[in-house]
């Protein structure tokens, strides 16, 4: 079972909003120059550490297996 008191907290909210809006960010500005998308090395890098921060708060939530 997900742990909805800590999902309803500001904290994660917060985490958890803003590493959205990161992922977001980086297609944005891979579409910036309406020619398709264009990523860099460092739009991959940064789409990778957004990810990351997305799954650590969605790992926080689950039940962690102990009795």
């Known amino acids: 079972m997900l742990n909805l008191e800590k999902m309803r907290s500001f904290e994660w909210l917060g ?16 579409y910036a120059d309406g020619n398709g998308l264009q990523m860099s090395n460092g739009d991959w890098l940064q789409l990778a550490a ?10 926080s939530i689950l039940p962690n297996g102990k009795s």
């Not at 957004?50 to 790992?59: F, R, T």
């Open 15 to 30: 985490q958890t909003l803003a590493s959205l809006c990161w992922i977001v960010s980086v297609f944005v500005y891979g």
């Open 50 to 59: 957004a990810s990351c921060w997305m799954v650590s708060n969605i790992a």
